[in-house]
């Protein structure tokens, strides 16, 4: 994990670049927890701490007012969980105007585009259904008494949104990580995130260091 974090001080630092990475996934599958521990791990090594930025898509849902309501049998519900319902213009904005060395972008589709452009590399959490709803029902209380919202929405959007990021991710062809986070700790996935963009980012910097 050092050499993961010597390699990104050195590459920015000699060749001026950013790294963007977006970690993707469904509903409770372990996006904020890897991120954290990912930008922990970057500005934490005393021998190569880099500046950091985190941004979690959550912040930058559209007002109320502005989501797409969904009808299920006798309820309405705001929609929470399609793309349409981020501001991703604001997540492009702050992300082009932050100074930091690193950005990590995490949400349910951090790597849907038009977002999906300016990312250096993609995490793509997974897991199943039961597990998401398990999660999300410890998180989200209101949830217990409404689980038609999950089933019918919340899921039905990843299943259709999620498939069609990855084919965006996979046609865009950036170094991309798959992780089942129910096979995997944090700390495992952290140090296959750490491995997979050591060993992208290793061409680069022997191409700057012949450049120079």
Not at 76 to 93: G, K, L, N
Request: hydrophobic share 40%; with cysteine; net charge negative.
């Amino acid at each position: 994990n050092i050499v993961f974090s010597q390699l990104v001080g050195r590459l920015l630092n000699m060749a001026s670049e950013r790294l963007v990475i977006g970690i993707a996934g469904p509903t409770c599958s372990g996006k904020s927890s890897l991120a954290h521990a990912l930008r922990d791990h970057l500005t934490s090594v005393e021998s190569a701490a880099v500046s950091c930025l985190l941004l979690h898509l959550d912040d930058f849902y559209k007002p109320s007012d502005q989501l797409s309501q969904v009808n299920l049998e006798e309820d309405t519900y705001e929609d929470w969980d399609s793309p349409q319902c981020f501001d991703m213009s604001a997540v492009i904005r702050t992300l082009e105007q932050a100074v930091e060395s690193v950005v990590i972008c995490e949400g349910l589709f951090a790597a849907y585009p038009p977002l999906l452009e300016h990312l250096s590399g993609v995490v793509l959490l997974r897991v199943c259904k039961e597990v998401c709803l398990e999660r999300r029902l410890r998180r989200d209380l209101w949830l217990r008494d409404h689980q038609i919202y999950f089933h019918r929405h919340a899921w039905t959007m990843w299943c259709e949104y999620g498939t069609l990021q990855e084919t965006h991710v996979t046609a865009r062809g950036l170094p991309t990580i798959r992780l089942d986070s129910r096979a995997h700790t944090i700390e495992e996935m952290l140090g296959e995130v750490c491995s997979v963009f050591s060993d992208y980012l290793l061409p680069s910097l022997t191409t700057v260091h012949d450049d120079d």
